[in-house]
């Protein structure tokens, strides 16, 4: 588990905690999926729960080694989004309004974004490096992602 003081876009402080989770061995094994699960609380509350492949990890891996260039990590999964560089994590999830809208002919669905943006709140926080130590140190469980820290705690989490 990683903590650290952010700021909204309100300019408020407020806790975030990140927890990674992955399967057990042999559940990774049958299931054949090595994906982690990666959920971001926000004092306590969760704000986003990811399902996170190793090629999303490997690129973290290279964008964490190179600090001196500005980079953004990117996980899209399915109707979540979330971009991350060192000093901002910002969480988008997209969601059915329930309309189509006609664009050159085609039907095409209406969506709706909702978009939660954090800020750290000092120079020595670098996000790159908080979530690439916590899917490094993922507790084993046997599903994913995480929806709450009490199911995190259960799975031998400690918060």
Request: charged residues 25%; negative net charge; contains cysteine.
């Amino acid at each position: 588990m990683q903590k650290a003081v952010v700021e909204t876009r309100e300019g408020k402080g407020h806790e975030l905690v990140i927890v990674a989770q992955k399967y057990r061995p042999e559940l990774a094994e049958e299931r054949q999926e090595p994906n982690l699960g990666l959920s971001f609380f926000l004092d306590e509350n969760l704000v986003q729960s990811l399902i996170v492949s190793q090629s999303e990890i490997r690129l973290l891996r290279v964008i964490a080694d190179n600090p001196d260039a500005f980079y953004t990590w990117h996980v899209d999964d399915l109707s979540h989004q979330c971009f991350v560089c060192e000093s901002t994590i910002i969480c988008v999830d997209i969601s059915y309004v329930g309309k189509s809208v006609e664009k050159h002919g085609l039907q095409r669905k209406a969506l709706e974004g909702c978009v939660f943006r954090m800020d750290r709140a000092d120079s020595a926080t670098n996000f790159l490096d908080m979530i690439l130590d916590e899917l490094d140190n993922a507790i084993e469980s046997d599903s994913l992602p995480i929806y709450s820290l009490e199911s995190y705690r259960i799975a031998g989490g400690v918060v």
